[in-house]
């Protein structure tokens, strides 16, 4: 099957995907800020730079997309019809790479959180985000 976009729209599409500032993460930050947390943010001294970095409770939280993380069961990680070979090994490449530095930040005394972009659709996301801030407050208890 081939791309129903020229290469050219194909690669502007894809330049406009962001790695960081996402709106999923914003929702989180926001959220945490207004609930008196403070973080850093893509902390590169920590493995798999984790998009908030709460210190103080020794707390590395990953947004993850539940497409490019390859959420499973989730129906918003849909296998691509084109390259689907090609997306599947990338994708793939992304859970080994989660697994990965989980158990890197793990080992250096980090607890890892992980919040996926499904449990921040507006059905889910006041449930989502008050469990977490339950879960970091869990941490220094």
């Not at 989180?28 to 973080?39: E, H, N, P, S």
């Not at 607890?111 to 407050?137: G, H, M, P, S």
Request: charged share 30%; proline share 3%; net charge positive.
């Amino acid at each position: 099957m081939t791309d129903v976009h020229s290469s050219d729209t194909r690669s502007f599409n894809m330049s406009k995907i962001k790695g960081k500032d996402t709106k999923p993460e914003i929702l989180v930050r926001k959220f945490l800020f207004a609930k008196g947390f403070r973080y850093r943010l893509h902390e590169r001294s920590l493995p798999g730079k984790p998009d908030l970095v709460l210190s103080r409770y020794k707390a590395a939280i990953f947004v993850n997309g539940c497409f490019w993380h390859g959420h499973s069961g989730c129906k918003y990680f849909i296998v691509p019809k084109t390259r689907t070979e090609w997306w599947l090994e990338k994708i793939g490449k992304n859970k080994i790479n989660d697994r990965k530095n989980s158990r890197k930040l793990l080992a250096l005394g980090w607890n890892v959180l992980k919040v996926w972009e499904c449990e921040l659709k507006k059905t889910k996301i006041d449930f989502t985000l008050e469990r977490l801030a339950q879960k970091i407050k869990l941490i220094s208890a």
